[in-house]
């Protein structure tokens, strides 16, 4: 499948009782191509989300991954696929070292999870600390998870999700939470990877310097709809994402 | 049983004994209904599930006799005088479970769940004791009610004329109930609470009294339903546990926190009992198992409830597991040394008691690698220790098999019996599961009981002769000290293996676990099973000490000391079972002389549930835990 998208929805549609909350959605996502999928709140990016994660169901539609079709897989196995995840709100194992939580992602990854006899602690660690060095937290390895500062969960999270050699990262407002510098410091560092592996990367984002500063491609959902998508440049022209956005800043040089 | 049962044959006979079949079932609904409706309401509110209710069933019982007596001598025994003592002896109990829920359980509503379970566990304790003291230890024979002696004939069938206001009383109270949460001010607050507790905090309602109140309502019906199967079932010491496993199936059934699912499952379940004593009557409690586990694999959260919320109550966490360090392995090294010479230092009885520490220790720390790390509190972990030992005895009486054969055989037949159980289980999680694991637990328990012809039933399988080579005390408690080290040591090694990990990851976010690739449910179903096997391992090795099994091997109270010895040992360190297995044994030993023992450990678990949340392997740890390189990182 190369050169082809590395992730791809048709037509997804979910409704809660009579909220339409997301209505025919399609996207592609290149391999090394950032894709920010912005929008209101309520816009219908969350549900979107878990639907490509497999965390919930849809209605109507269909997801491939690497040209394989997952509509109804378990995350678990949506992951075994080849696609790394993020939360909103960060998902680590508060009880286990930074090294651990990666360790742990690298044994299943290799399907060592019915493992008795060997130790955890000793698999792979080379392997745990050089992912740890390439998000820049290495110095932390040994740290119980559960005493990290909330910027350097999120890097744990990433470090994690690149575990098993993701052909997809999708990251549900990545920078949420963290420091304007930081914010830059995580997308940079994304972005960066994202085109040393060729990596598709799929996020949602409420600030728009990091969505702008970073996107190769924006789309823009709106009460369930996909309404505009196109380069950073081309949206921020759009007449109908300006009126959606009224009121809140799009332009990073302000208004 | 002799009317015919073809439908050709359908005469008045056969159509009244039907009739009364029905009616018996919807008679026997009643108390469980109302014992199930109170347990419901109050984890509905509160989140604690109150395994002291059937403690006040069992009071409500005991009080409705002495006040019948009582008013029966001050008023006469008219219908006033009886029925007044009845609704009494109810109003009593329900400030009994206010004063329970004031003094006890709201210094712990934020700790952990297995606190609260534990908790109610030590009331449990003190109010056996207290109605030993209080009634004595024979069981009491009812008072009749007043013109409701004999029997009514329904088609030319009797029924007991008492069982007609049993029937009546389900219904009414449910009616009553209703009006209480539609109609007022309390019931609004009481249903709010229930889908939404935080929110109704946050609109400035005083919980504390709400909580208090709900207690008292919740005690009350428990009391009411204790009262008024008095002229049919008397009271005895043993209804607390008895109505306590059918009220967890009906409440399961149900749906948590739902009284009209608590009334169905009532019904349904009285049904079954009433009919299953006439079809299978050795078999009526695995029925109700059966329909237990068919409603929950089609509705995990029973017949009208609702999924549980997660995330209420503070997380406890865990340290990270370090590597052991050398002053530590060096410490482990002396304490077993220790023990292996402890044949030149202890007499018979110091022996007996430390191969029964040994032996709990293993069984404790399979329990505790399924409630630390695993997350999972299972209330039902008996069974698999008294399967442990049941397959051993069942061995030598039917096979005549050997020690050493039966000794390797009884950890996989445990294992085969938790696979069963755990495949239901772990659908569930929280107090769900600790229920359901309860539940299946007294199955077991129940099919043992029943089934004499097989397992001897109440009188056990005697006659486990030892192998030549262990006949001596000395020689057995080598062979115990082996195992149960060995089986320690290598439930300790599991936990830091992939798979110990990979469970552990399952407890601290089901999430993450989830989107790196682990299928939670079937590493702790797994994880369960092994579990299982170990405590089997205990199981088999306990048996040949004594020589002999009881059905009292596999009984709510061995799963009920299983926690607490997990819990005394401090639930956050994998060293804590063994800590806390050495202190209950020593404790129940040294308070078993004293006359309220019960008494006096159900408040010792109380205490240190309030004052001593950590554990003695908790509190070692803070406090010595540097000198043998070890430090406390997040647990505290």
Same mark, same amino acid.
């Given at each position: ?100 939580? =990666? ?95 060729? =990596?598709? =990367? ?7 310097? =990091? ?45 | ?636």
């Amino acid at each position: 499948m190369t050169g082809g998208p590395v992730l791809e929805a048709d037509g997804l549609s979910k409704s809660f009782g009579g909220v339409q909350a997301v209505r025919g959605m399609s996207l592609a996502v290149a391999p090394g191509e950032l894709v920010a999928l912005i929008g209101p709140n309520g816009a219908g990016k969350s549900t979107c989300f878990n639907m490509l994660m497999g965390q919930l169901r849809g209605d109507a539609g269909r997801v491939r991954i690497m040209g394989e079709d997952v509509t109804g897989w378990p995350p678990r196995k949506i992951w075994r696929r080849g696609v790394g995840r993020t939360f909103q709100i960060t998902q680590i194992l508060p009880s286990f070292t930074v090294r651990e939580n =990666v360790q742990l992602a690298l044994l299943s990854h290799q399907g060592k999870l019915f493992d008795v006899v060997t130790r955890a602690r000793r698999a792979q660690s080379d392997v745990a600390d050089a992912l740890l060095q390439r998000v820049g937290i290495v110095g932390f390895a040994e740290r119980a998870c559960g005493l990290l500062a909330y910027g350097d969960l999120k890097r744990v999270e990433l470090a994690i999700a690149l575990a098993n050699r993701p052909k997809v990262l999708l990251m549900d407002e990545p920078t949420a939470g963290m420091a304007p510098a930081e914010r830059i410091a995580l997308m940079e560092l994304t972005a960066g990877i994202a085109k040393a592996d060729g =990596v598709g =990367v799929l996020f949602t984002e409420h600030d728009m310097d =990091v969505v702008f500063g970073h996107a190769d491609r924006i789309m823009v959902m709106h009460r369930g709809s996909l309404i505009a998508e196109g380069t950073p440049l081309e949206v921020r022209d759009d007449p109908e994402v300006r009126a959606v956005y009224l009121g809140s800043s799009l332009d990073p040089e302000g208004p | 049983m002799g009317p015919h049962s073809s439908p050709r044959h359908l005469d008045k006979t056969t159509l009244g004994f039907f009739l009364v079949q029905v009616l018996t079932g919807l008679s026997s609904a009643a108390s469980l209904f109302l014992v199930a409706a109170g347990l419901s309401l109050i984890f509905g509110v509160t989140r604690v599930v109150n395994f002291a209710h059937g403690s006040f069933y069992m009071l409500g019982a005991y009080f409705g006799l002495t006040l019948v007596a009582l008013f029966g001598d001050w008023f006469g025994r008219g219908h006033l005088s009886f029925w007044s003592a009845i609704l009494c002896a109810a109003l009593v109990v329900g400030a009994i479970g206010a004063l329970v829920e004031m003094t006890i359980l709201r210094r712990i509503y934020r700790s952990p769940e297995l606190f609260q379970l534990v908790a109610t566990f030590g009331v449990i304790l003190v109010i056996q004791d207290l109605a030993l003291w209080g009634w004595g230890p024979e069981d009491k024979l009812g008072p009749r009610a007043p013109d409701l002696r004999g029997a009514v004939f329904i088609l030319g069938q009797p029924l007991p004329r008492y069982d007609l206001v049993l029937i009546a009383a389900g219904p009414v109270v449910l009616g009553l109930l209703w009006l209480l949460l539609n109609r007022t001010r309390f019931g609004i607050l009481v249903r709010a609470a229930t889908i939404d507790r935080e929110m109704v905090g946050a609109l400035g309602v005083n919980q504390a009294w709400l909580f208090t109140g709900v207690f008292f309502l919740g005690s009350f019906l428990a009391g009411l339903g204790g009262a008024l199967q008095l002229p049919k079932g008397g009271a005895d010491l043993l209804m607390d546990f008895t109505v306590l496993a059918g009220a967890f199936v009906v409440v399961v059934v149900g749906g948590m926190g739902s009284i009209t699912g608590a009334f169905l499952a009532a019904v349904l379940i009285g049904q079954l009992q009433a009919w299953g004593v006439l079809l299978l009557p050795q078999s009526t409690l695995v029925m109700m198992f059966l329909v237990m586990a068919v409603v929950l694999v089609v509705r995990p959260f029973g017949l009208l409830g609702r999924p549980e919320l997660v995330g209420h109550g503070r997380q406890m966490l865990d340290d990270p597991l370090r590597p052991t360090s050398w002053r530590f392995k060096g410490l482990v090294l002396l304490l077993v040394l220790g023990l292996a010479a402890a044949p030149l230092y202890l007499g018979t009885y110091g022996l007996v008691l430390l191969i029964d520490i040994l032996i709990l220790a293993l069984f404790a720390t399979a329990l505790h690698a399924i409630i630390g790390p695993g997350g999972l509190v299972s209330f039902g972990h008996a069974a698999f220790f008294g399967g442990g030992a049941y397959a051993a005895a069942l061995l030598v009486k039917y096979a005549g098999t050997p020690m050493a054969l039966n000794l390797v055989l009884a950890p996989p037949a445990a294992a085969l019996l938790a696979i069963v159980i755990g495949w239901f289980c772990v659908r569930l999680s929280g107090v769900y599961f600790a229920m359901l694991t309860l539940a299946f637990a007294q199955i077991v328990w129940s099919v043992v009981f029943q089934w004499g012809e097989v397992t001897g039933g109440d009188d056990g399988i005697l006659g486990l002769w030892r192998a030549p080579w262990v006949r001596g005390r000395i020689a057995y408690y080598y062979l115990v000290l082996g195992c149960c080290v060995a089986g320690i040591l290598a439930l300790r090694h599991g936990l830091s293996s992939p798979f110990g990990y990979a469970l552990r990851a399952g407890r601290d976010s089901p999430l993450r676990a989830e989107a790196i690739g682990i299928d939670v449910r079937r590493q702790q179903w797994a994880a369960f099973t092994l579990s299982g096997a170990f405590a089997g391992l205990a199981g088999g090795l306990y048996a040949y000490s004594k020589g002999s099994v009881f059905p009292n091997e596999m009984a709510i109270v061995r799963s009920f000391d299983g926690i607490i010895m997990v819990f005394f040992g401090g639930v956050q360190h994998l060293s804590g079972p063994l800590a806390g297995a050495a202190a209950l044994t020593w404790l129940k030993d040294s308070l078993l002389r004293l006359e309220m023992w019960r008494l006096l450990l159900g408040l010792a678990v109380i205490a240190i549930v309030i004052l001593f949340p950590q554990g003695i392997a908790g509190f070692l740890k803070q406090r010595f835990g540097r000198f043998v390189g070890i430090r406390s990182e997040l647990s505290s």
